[in-house]
């Protein structure tokens, strides 16, 4: 499970640090961290889908979304008796005495 976790949040880690900082032009004297780099891919991927450029970022945002709801969920399926020993211990401290 670790290992699942790490490789997708390394690659989504790494494109949301790319993201920023290019699309900020914060380059530290790397190419692949300029703002023209960052449109240049945006164009070239514009091309090949054949949509503008500026619907791309949000859909890649919509799609880290959808993919972060299924890893959790794989997790979530994964620790359910975990989860619910801590929900039941969690409410049997609430309920009041009789």
């Known amino acids: 499970m670790k290992w699942f976790l790490i490789l ?3 690659p ?3 494109l949301i640090s790319w993201y920023g900082l290019s699309y900020y ?3 530290f ?5 300029t703002r023209q780099t960052h ?3 945006f164009q070239i991927y514009g ?3 054949g949509i503008p450029p500026e619907t791309i970022p949000p859909l890649v ?3 880290i979304a959808f993919d972060s709801l299924i890893v959790f969920s794989i997790i979530a399926f994964r620790k359910r008796r975990e989860i619910a020993a801590w929900w039941r211990r969690r409410h049997q401290l ?3 005495a009789s």
């Open 8 to 10: 997708w949040a390394g």
């Open 12 to 14: 989504v880690a790494l």
């Open 25 to 27: 032009d914060m380059s």
């Open 29 to 33: 004297g790397f190419f692949m961290l």
């Open 39 to 41: 449109d240049l891919v």
């Open 47 to 49: 091309g090949i889908l």
């Open 61 to 63: 945002a919509r799609a």
């Open 94 to 96: 609430s309920e009041p």
